[in-house]
């Protein structure tokens, strides 16, 4: 299984960026993913994840402002970053799991390289 992570970049404070993450190697529509970051000086943490089924789980940090969603079609997960603050400068991480969602970064078994984001005027 191979996770590839995209689209992160410098925006200023209350701008908006959708970072994304294409799976290779695993049957898509049975898999479940889900957004961890990690910022400078701070462990990883949870932030959205998206089940097979497509039911979808938030942190209650970025509730309202973030949105996760997926394409199987196309293999990808993205995940639409809204409003966003100085305290969501982070290296986000999509995760990948056969056995379905949870806000717990050890039960996911793959790992994408992470994408930097970097909210600052």
């Known amino acids: 299984v191979q996770l590839q992570a995209s689209g992160g970049g410098l925006v200023q404070p209350g701008g908006s960026l959708r970072v994304s993450c294409a799976a290779s190697?695993?049957?898509?529509?049975?898999?479940?993913l889900a957004w961890f970051r990690q910022a400078p000086g701070k462990e990883r943490e949870f932030v959205a994840a998206?089940?097979?089924?497509?039911?979808?789980y938030y942190a209650d940090s970025i509730k309202g402002r973030f949105s996760i969603s997926r394409d199987n079609a196309k293999k990808m997960v993205f995940l639409q970053m809204n409003s966003l603050k100085s305290e969501d400068t982070a290296v986000y991480y999509c995760?990948?799991?056969?056995?379905?969602?949870?806000?717990?970064?050890?039960?996911?078994?793959?790992w994408g390289q992470g994408t930097l984001v970097t909210v600052s005027s």
């Open positions: 998206i089940s097979w089924k497509s039911s979808t």
């Open positions: 995760a990948g799991s056969e056995r379905g969602a949870t806000m717990l970064s050890g039960w996911y078994e793959d």
């Open positions: 190697g695993v049957s898509f529509g049975q898999y479940s």
